[in-house]
T-cell receptor, first 114, second 113 residues
Framework: NAGVTQTPKFQVLKTGQSMTLQCAQD?????MYWYRQDPGMGLRLIYY???????DKGEVPNGYNVSRLNKREFSLRLESAAPSQTSVYFC?????????????FGDGTRLSIL | AQSVTQLGSHVSVSEGALVLLRCNYS??????LFWYVQYPNQGLQLLLK??????LVKGINGFEAEFKKSETSFHLTKPSAHMSDAAEYFC???????????FGKGITLSVRP
């Protein structure tokens, strides 16, 4: 049972570089999410995809883009990385984008931007 | 708008002692409430959830939480702490149609031998 798989687990970038964080789930879930976790701030939603073919902004979307490639995969792209984007990024999925659906999380990507 | 307050950032208890982690929420409509646990270098794992029905909710690893509407609270408890309970705990709320999860800032639980 892989659940939600994120790659890479660690990455160091220089300011201005671009990269894509990958996420895949094998639970046949319809909804997928990207969060960032910063010390003392909990998790903040960057983007989400309620179902295949749709994406929407969350609380902190600036500087990021997403692609829902298919039902399984949801990627997060940093076009021009900034030090303020140093964080731990989590992908999550849920069966449906409704209030009482628990979300299942990957183990995170730890991203440092110098 | 919905919000979650987890007062304090760190709680330390002795092994075998009661664990009490507080969570208060703000919502104008009936909420759905969740507790998640995060072990070091891992993602979040669902401990328990309240949607409707019984206000005392039992979760994994001996944890439980009680929804108190009058106090807008959803505190997490465990009668006897174990060393393996050391982790960060997040309370989260979801309200209304098409609402997303809003997380509290998290509380780190330490367990002393």
């Amino acid at each position: 049972n892989a659940g939600v798989t994120q790659t890479p687990k660690f990455q160091v970038l220089k300011t201005g570089q671009s990269m894509t964080l990958q996420c895949a789930q094998d639970m046949n879930h319809n909804s997928m999410y990207w969060y960032r976790q910063d010390p003392g701030m909990g998790l903040r939603l960057i983007y989400y995809s309620a179902s295949e073919g749709t994406t929407d902004k969350g609380e902190v979307p600036n500087g990021y883009n997403v692609s829902r490639l298919n039902k399984r995969e949801f990627s997060l792209r940093l076009e021009s990385a900034a030090p303020s984007q140093t964080s731990v990024y989590f992908c999550a999925s849920s069966e449906w984008d409704s209030n009482n659906q628990p979300q299942h999380f990957g183990d995170g990507t730890r991203l440092s931007i110098l | 708008a919905q919000s979650v307050t987890q007062l304090g950032s760190h709680v330390s208890v002795s092994e075998g002692a009661l664990v009490l982690l507080r969570c208060n929420y703000s919502s104008s409509v009936p909420p759905y409430l969740f507790w998640y646990v995060q072990y070091p270098n891992q993602g979040l794992q669902l401990l328990l959830k309240y949607t409707t029905g019984a206000t005392l909710v039992k979760g994994i690893n001996g944890f439980e939480a009680e929804f108190k509407k009058s106090e807008t609270s959803f505190h997490l408890t465990k009668p006897s702490a174990h060393m393996s309970d050391a982790a960060e705990y997040f309370c989260a709320v979801s309200t209304g149609a098409n609402s997303k999860l809003t997380f509290g800032k998290g509380i780190t639980l330490s367990v002393r031998p």
